[in-house]
């Protein structure tokens, strides 16, 4: 049974920065998709990162780019997003998800759709002005 667990949430001054991980079990010789979402409140899950196993590829939502970094730790089976010059709309609860899937993990990394069959619980991101 595949399970991602999330940490690294917390509270923060705008301007600061925060490094969220996501632990994600392995699952055989799979290369999956794991991906960083955010649910603000009211509104739908958007797609903030993406980390491509197969082909090393990254992905991010355009809010992101520049100042949101997403990497891997193969060893430890963690995927990082780094957040850096944090604003007071980036508060939201942080989802990791995962495509084990060979046939699917690319597809799903380069869609951005949140259509993914693995979610972890969330960690809750506030930024103060």
């Known amino acids: 049974q595949v399970y991602l667990e999330e940490s690294g949430g917390g509270s923060v001054q705008s301007g600061g920065s925060l490094r969220l991980s996501c632990l994600y079990s392995?699952?055989?010789?799979?290369?999956?998709?794991v991906a960083w979402f955010r649910q603000l409140l009211g509104q739908e899950r958007e797609m903030v990162a993406s980390?491509?196993?197969?082909?090393?590829?990254?992905y991010y939502g355009d809010f992101a780019k520049g100042r949101f970094t997403i990497s891997r730790d193969t060893a430890k089976n963690i995927v990082y997003l780094q957040m850096t010059s944090l604003k007071p709309e980036d508060s939201a609860i942080y989802y990791c998800?995962?495509?084990?899937?060979?046939?699917?993990?690319?597809?799903?990394?380069?869609?951005?759709?949140?259509?993914?069959?693995?979610w972890g619980q969330g960690t809750q991101v506030t930024v103060s002005s």
């Open positions: 980390f491509s196993s197969a082909d090393g590829k990254t």
């Open positions: 998800a995962a495509e084990y899937s060979a046939w699917y993990s690319q597809q799903r990394c380069a869609s951005g759709e949140s259509d993914f069959p693995t």
């Open positions: 392995p699952l055989g010789y799979t290369t999956p998709c």
